[in-house]
């Protein structure tokens, strides 16, 4: 079983540590104190938790996203677009993260993509690296 401190959990939920403990004040989580004195939340606990806010997220209520068989599908900005006469690289930030997507110039020209633009980055692959940090 995997135990995040309160300072780790708030980097994952992307909320400041104040909010993780008013959410565990208000039921939302449950902190334990292990042997060193902090306070820490299981992983599966976190990771409901990290679900439940997202599907609140102002961000997936004001930009809903359109029907498609992609379920890995991240909202963001695009910060940069740098093309040249064949391929076009483009850079989205979505929330802390940035995605980078490599695709046609004329593709990214039909879109309108400059920085600025809403864009959702779909990932669909047949292999998906996960690492442990």
Wanted: net charge negative.
């Amino acid at each position: 079983m995997t135990d995040f401190t309160v300072k780790e959990a708030a980097a994952l939920l992307g909320v400041s540590d104040d909010t993780v403990r008013r959410g565990a004040e208000g039921g939302r989580l449950t902190l334990t104190t292990g042997a060193n004195g902090r306070s820490h939340v299981e992983g599966a606990e976190l990771a409901a938790l990290a679900q439940e806010l997202a599907a609140e997220h102002e961000l997936a209520a004001a930009f809903p996203t359109s029907r498609a068989s992609a379920r890995n599908r991240i909202t963001g900005i695009v910060t940069k677009v740098t093309k040249d006469r064949v391929m076009a690289q483009v850079e989205l930030q979505a929330g802390p993260f940035r995605i980078v997507s490599l695709m046609s110039t004329e593709a990214a020209d039909e879109l309108g993509l400059e920085p600025g633009t809403l864009a959702v980055a779909s990932v669909k692959a047949t292999n998906v690296v996960v690492e442990l940090p």
